[in-house]
């Protein structure tokens, strides 16, 4: 899975970095076929780290990793891929959808 370019790409849109949050939100996903991967975002950057470490995420994202991918490079939006069952999402609806709105403006 290509996160690391949408990191990239994240910590260098200056119109994103005021919907990040001052405190850390952790988003674990996870696919079939790789190990789980764990999105922290923060006020000031953004960055991801392996899922060693025994924190708690805010919210849960798996699937296929087709599926996964789509929803960080393709148009369509997560709850639309979460609504179609192609994902699952899990975590309260006010993180979920902040998630779901740092996505779509970093595409």
Known sequence: MDLF???EKMNASYFIQPLLPNEELRIRITSSKQKPILLVLKKGACCLSSDNDNLSA???VSGDENH???CFHSPIRLLQLSKLGAIEVKGSFRNVLRLESIIHLSK
Request: hydrophobic share 65%; glycine share 0%; charged share 10%.
């Open 5 to 7: 370019s949408f990191v």
């Open 58 to 60: 805010h919210v849960l």
């Open 68 to 70: 996964l991918l789509d």
